[in-house]
């Protein structure tokens, strides 16, 4: 579904109707946000609006049974004024023979004037089958939480910090019938599903009988795989669905195997429950890599590299596993080797020489190389710090006591580092040589060898500065001399786009 498409669908969603008992179902599942006023010895309860004799002086949120409409509430002081409880529901629509889900928030804030709550309800998400979740616009981001905002007569936000769950989501159930006519969903197995598997809610359900397969899956008798439907939804004869042969059928069917198991056989090719099972210890990618590398059978080798699957891997880029299994010193030192082949690629080594893969001398080779590495690393680093020096050097400043110019080597940042105590000279390297971010150094210039500051600029402001040891009581003078020195920056920046806006005029056609 395109976005054209989408859109279309969320203009008719939009114009379809709340169902006819939405209300009630709306009151009965917030009537566990009432409360217990607290009046002494006597508490109200906001529910059914009697009163009910307590010998608690405890109103930290303690629970107690109404007398009159036996259901638990908070005891809460008399004087309490703001209270707020929320609470997700939904209901399905039918849009073009398409089920979808409608989900709100409803908020219950407590009426200190009338003693009651009042209910305040926002769709805030869509959630359609094989496409996802389309969040309204009634839902904005933020780091680590979101919000949604009510309609009433001013748009207020509140800001929700914890896990929305969908499984926990109460779904209007009268509905369904009249919608499901004529959809996947008429004839799909769901009350028998809901039966046997009544840990699954309507939300989940709802996803897994979206699929045709759904259906085909549960009547064939492999109930543990309906569960995963999706994966089955395919057109054509037995062996392009399930990618086993049909005389698998009745040993899957016997056993009524799960997604896993499937997997397993799907893999091994041989309907043996006790060959699977053996199999479930390793990770499946794992067991996908070794049959692509002619290893699945071998009980040997799957037992010694299961747990370097990665190191394994790795190495397997360069070569073949028989051809690693045949070298001896790779595999007694297999972490050195890895690391060997990978100072080999970074080298810009070709690696077809049996000499280069296969040295005789392993350990002492992958010495040499490393070294070699770090040569080629500190030269690519000094030079590329070089030039960013001389790019940023024009916003060098100074006022007569400081001085503030641009990182100039790597050897003055891992000493800046070094007399800081910050990281300026290992996890700033890069981002600086690659023009993420600007470092600047900040001295006395009666004293030019000695850190001050360390200056951090990005994105038109400074991000961070740094007196040594993190310290950041800087004295006014300091502050000041920043402050110059930005307005400074801005000027020159200001310089450079005027230099870009000059036009050029032709002098001979100027006199004529």
């Not at 849009?95 to 219950?108: G, K, P």
């Not at 740094?466 to 801005?490: D, G, P």
């Amino acid at each position: 579904m395109n976005k054209k498409e989408l859109d279309e669908l969320m203009r008719q969603v939009d114009q379809t109707k709340k169902p006819k008992h939405w209300q009630k179902f709306i009151n009965k599942h917030t009537k566990s946000h009432n409360i217990l006023l607290q009046y002494g010895k006597r508490c109200y309860c906001t529910h059914c609006g009697k009163y009910s004799d307590t010998d608690s002086n405890q109103v930290n949120y303690k629970l107690k049974k109404c007398d009159f409409c036996g259901n638990t509430y908070n005891i809460v002081n008399n004087n309490k004024k703001n209270y707020t409880r929320l609470i997700d529901v939904a209901f399905y629509v039918k849009v073009d023979n398409q089920i979808i889900l409608r989900i709100f928030e409803i908020e219950s804030k407590y009426d200190a004037k009338t003693r009651k709550f009042k209910h305040h309800s926002q769709e805030y998400g869509r959630f359609i089958p094989n496409v996802g979740m389309v969040i309204n616009n009634s839902l904005s981001f933020a780091m680590w939480n979101m919000k949604v905002y009510h309609n009433r007569k001013i748009k207020k936000w509140h800001i929700y910090t914890g896990k929305r769950t969908l499984n926990d989501m109460p779904i209007y159930p009268h509905n369904k019938n009249k919608l499901f006519k004529n959809t996947v969903y008429e004839y799909a197995p769901i009350k028998e599903f809901k039966k046997e598997y009544p840990y699954y809610n309507d939300f989940e359900v709802f996803q897994f009988a979206s699929y045709a397969s759904f259906e085909l899956l549960w009547k064939m008798g492999l109930k543990k795989l309906s569960l995963y439907a999706k994966f089955f939804n395919k057109k054509g004869c037995f062996a392009k669905r399930f990618g086993v042969s049909k005389s698998f059928k009745n040993f899957m069917i016997q056993n009524n195997i799960d997604y896993e198991e499937y997997k397993l056989l799907k893999l091994l090719q041989e309907p043996n429950m006790e060959l699977i099972n053996n199999y479930k210890m390793y990770d499946f990618n794992y067991l996908v890599f070794m049959k692509k590398q002619g290893y699945l059978r071998n009980k040997e080798i799957l037992d010694k590299y299961r747990f370097e699957f990665k190191t394994l891997k790795n190495i397997c880029r360069f070569m073949s596993l028989r051809k690693f299994l045949a070298y001896e010193k790779g595999v007694k030192n297999i972490a050195i080797y890895n690391d060997y082949l990978e100072i080999l690629e970074k080298l810009g080594y070709k690696m077809r020489s049996k000499d280069e893969l296969f040295p005789k001398q392993l350990k002492t080779t992958h010495d040499k190389l490393m070294k070699k590495l770090k040569i080629v690393e500190d030269i690519n680093s000094k030079f590329g710090i070089y030039i960013r020096y001389l790019e940023l050097s024009k916003y060098t400043y100074d006022d007569g006591k400081y001085i503030i110019f641009p990182a100039p080597s790597l050897e003055e940042m891992k000493e800046e580092g070094k007399q800081q105590e910050n990281c300026v000279g290992y996890r700033y390297v890069e981002p600086y040589k690659n023009k993420e971010t600007e470092i600047y150094f900040v001295r006395e210039k009666s004293n030019m060898s000695k850190s001050l500051i360390t200056l951090e600029f990005n994105n038109g402001r400074v991000r961070q500065k740094e007196l040594a040891h993190h310290n950041t009581n800087f004295s006014k003078e300091q502050k000041k001399f920043i402050e110059k020195w930005v307005q400074y920056r801005n000027f020159m920046d200001q310089k450079e786009k005027y230099k870009t806006k000059v036009v050029k005029y032709d002098l001979k056609q100027l006199v004529a």
